[in-house]
Nanobody, 122 residues
């Protein structure tokens, strides 16, 4: 059982930067790939970024490439989402998730955090 807790959401202006953090407890951290997903009101949950077991491979949805990064710290059992040049369309609830496989599909992720709201004002 892996427990994930996100933090760092908030209200920012377009063009600002924000860092989300996700701290894990339980389980063996390096046995899981980690991902960030988001869900905007009235929309389906979507993949944002993912990182492999030891951080050697990352994937991003096209709309965030070059603006977001997903560093993980296996010693601290954390994964972050560093977001820059934020846009109004990035507004959503952001979720951290853990999976036994490196995937962009939310159905492959077994453990989920409670979510943190990110609101980008114009």
């Amino acid at each position: 059982q892996v427990h994930l807790v996100e933090s760092g959401g908030g209200l920012v202006q377009a063009g600002d930067s924000l860092r989300l953090s996700c701290e894990a407890s339980g389980g063996i951290f390096t046995e899981y790939c980690l991902g960030w997903f988001r869900q905007a009101p009235g929309k389906q949950r979507e993949f944002v970024a993912g990182v492999s077991f030891w951080g050697g491979d990352t994937r991003y949805r096209d709309s965030v490439k070059g603006r977001f990064t997903i560093p993980r710290d296996n010693a601290e059992k954390t994964v972050s989402l560093q977001m820059s040049d934020l846009k109004v369309e990035d507004t959503a609830v952001y979720y951290c998730a853990a999976s036994r496989r490196f995937s962009v599909e939310d159905t492959d992720y077994r453990y989920w955090g409670q979510g943190t709201q990110v609101t980008v004002a114009s």
